[in-house]
């Protein structure tokens, strides 16, 4: 599968073994389910996903926390040599450290992983946009709005 020029970027800004380490820690956030038949988020099409997403908005904290992981995984033996409990032992110490990153990865890797059509189907959806055919929507109880309501108005009218 050849990957988007984004992805490219993305992966050529990290460098190869900042991707590895990126990809193991997705798949640490959300691993597969062999019960379910669903890949997890180090899967390669997520993992792409997941790159190409970090663009300019979030691509000098992505970057940044991912460099420094790396250095503290490589000070334990190196990522490759680590096992798993240890592993997610280093990340959720660097996670509670570093939260404006953990946040952001987090975000990151939860819609790459919910935008994949695998995933999308698994929760019984079609993998297509929500328009122009838009999703049913059963009736509502509009009930539920009445204590809204009844709090008023809360806001500062327009001048007309």
């Not at 380490?21 to 597969?32: T, Y």
């Not at 798993?84 to 404006?100: K, N």
């Not at 122009?132 to 009736?139: A, D, L, M, Q, R």
Request: hydrophobic share 40%.
């Amino acid at each position: 599968m050849e990957r988007s020029p984004i992805a490219a970027n993305a992966a050529s800004a990290l460098g190869p073994e900042d991707v590895k380490i990126l990809r193991r820690m997705a798949g640490a956030v959300i691993g597969p389910s062999a019960e379910l038949g669903l890949p997890g988020a180090d899967d390669e099409r997520i993992a792409s996903r997941l790159l190409a997403s970090v663009g300019a908005r979030h691509g000098d904290v992505i970057r940044s926390g991912v460099c420094e992981f790396s250095a503290v995984c490589a000070s334990a033996g190196g990522v490759d040599r680590l096992a798993d409990s240890e592993f997610l032992r280093i990340l959720r110490d660097f996670a509670q450290r570093h939260t404006d990153f953990a946040w952001r990865f987090l975000m990151l890797t939860t819609q790459a992983y919910y935008q994949d059509a695998r995933i999308v189907r698994s929760l019984g959806m079609e993998p297509r946009p929500p328009f122009p055919e838009g999703n049913k929507v059963g009736p509502s109880d509009w009930s539920l709005l009445e204590p809204v309501k009844a709090r008023g108005v809360i806001y500062r009218k327009a001048q007309e």
